[in-house]
């Protein structure tokens, strides 16, 4: 898809996510009152005896776009240079992935990003945190952050380590559907037309899915995942030949999250089929030589293990 369209798509998820709050005039988005989630200046303001919850705001879920073309201390954070010629001293000027706390990060084209990038996100991605040694400063910051990326396989193939980290894969189509496509051009040329007229039009159903995706969040801590069902996860990716725990899961996440978005206080064996594909697509290992994709591979495996007697027959 053009790249335009892609940010849409991204733009349009954060639009519907909660907002937040945090510490008033923090770079790393800080909890106002939760230690674990502040920053390292909002938390030297609370062992200077400053009490909690501090001054707060509230504002949307964060959404940082990482350009391509960024360097190491644009994302990470590097030396206030304003300050060190001005004033003399050695500060801290937060990079991107201060500015993703608590929110999403997004990289267009992530199959193009710099290895050295690369390592730096993952470094982030899996502790959650920041770490930077450099030019006499030492900072650790907290990084919690939801990981978006977008790109065309044609272009080059992710590395491993890096597409494990992606949670769930979307292929991106335009829909074959004309009733739904007629739709999609007509909703494109209101927004052209009149984008003011068009958001206010369709507020309403925004607000729908807000208010429902916030139900879900709260439903999900009653969400029972039944043993027997796990257990039909770890066989299904053990078949699959799925390297580490990971695909196992965020199986289990996305079909306890699929089931409290549709108002179900117990995960049933359908939930896992519905999201298996989007889990565990982009786990499988490659071979230039199979015709079978990696989607009729995981649902030829979900078969195996839950029908074994129809999936003997199919074979």
Known sequence: LPNKTKHHQVRAVAE?????DIVQDDP????????????????DRVKAGEKTPLPATKVKTPLVELPL????DRICGTIDIEKALGQGIKAYEPGLLARANRGILYVDEVNLLD????DVVLDAAAGGVNTVEREGISIRHPAKFIMIGSGNAAEGELRPQLLDRFGLSVDVRTMPDVAMRSAMVRDRMGYEADPLAFCASVEAEQQELRDKLDAATEALKRVEMPREVRLKISEMCSLLGVDGIR??????RAARALAALE????????????VAGLCLNHRLRKDVLDVIDGGAKVALAWRRVTDPARAEREA
């Open 16 to 20: 519907l996510l909660p907002q937040i």
């Open 263 to 274: 108002g179900r206080a117990e995960v049933s064996l359908e939930d896992v089929k519905r």
């Open 28 to 43: 790393f988005n800080s909890h106002p009152s939760d230690l674990s989630r502040m920053g390292p200046w909002a938390l």
């Open 69 to 72: 073309g960024a360097t190491e």
């Open 247 to 252: 695909g196992d899961i965020t199986t289990n």
């Open 115 to 118: 290895d050295g990038l690369v």
